[in-house]
């Protein structure tokens, strides 16, 4: 996957006209019932689709009970239910889809990501890359905080494998733990702890099932006659 530097956009902005004229043209191609919708301001709303591929494990709230259709409505904040920390992994590659308009920004679709998955680190540790298809490779590149994502998928196109949103780690280099609560720090540890052990255990029943089947090889060939 290579990196595309953001190119800066100087077209000018969509008339109300044009914008309804690619709406309907979004529409007639859209298979899945996710149309957009256009408001009488000149706004409008749509879904957009969002691939976590986070490396590193998230800080959510210990003991919390799954939300409820109430907490929704109500937009109950259940992580400030409790000051207990743990950590985890998100699935890898797992997709979130989100009901957004077209004033929606980056950093709004990051913190709503966050929210769904009560995910209490910092929003600014994360980042929404694009990723575009273009003959035969994959080009990511970062949104500004200031992006619409629904604008971009109005663009492109409903068609996923033209334009997709990912969410990642914001990387800015070396790792800045500095961002890092101790609760966090402790949590990371606790965690490569552990991996390090099934990686000790791994490489362990590897070793062991080879030297099993050397001694058995040479049990074989002392029993043989000479």
Request: net charge neutral.
């Amino acid at each position: 996957m290579n990196v595309c530097k953001p190119a800066e956009d100087t077209r000018p902005p969509p008339t109300l006209q044009e914008i309804r004229q690619k709406i309907e043209s979004y529409n007639s191609r859209e298979n899945d019932c996710l149309s957009m919708k256009l408001s009488e301001d000149g706004t409008y709303t749509g879904f957009i689709k969002v691939h976590l591929k986070l490396r590193r494990p998230v800080t959510v709230p210990a003991g919390i009970r799954p939300q409820s259709i109430y907490d929704a409505i109500k937009e109950v904040n259940l992580a400030a239910t409790t000051d207990k920390r743990t950590s985890f992994y998100l699935p890898l590659d797992a997709i979130k889809q989100l009901h957004i308009s077209s004033t929606t920004t980056v950093s709004e679709v990051i913190q709503g990501l966050l929210k769904k998955f009560m995910v209490v680190d910092n929003p600014q540790k994360f980042a929404l890359f694009k990723q575009i298809h273009k003959d035969g490779q994959v080009l990511s590149q970062k949104l500004s905080v200031a992006d619409c994502p629904l604008y971009l998928r109005l663009l492109a196109g409903p068609d996923t494998d033209v334009l997709s949103f990912v969410l990642k780690e914001n990387e800015t280099g070396e790792v800045e733990w500095d961002d890092f609560s101790i609760p966090e720090l402790q949590n990371f540890l606790t965690i490569l702890e552990k991996e390090e052990q099934d990686k000790i255990q791994q490489v362990q029943k590897k070793y062991d099932k080879f030297r099993q089947k050397l001694e058995e090889a040479l049990r074989e060939s002392q029993g043989k006659p000479g």
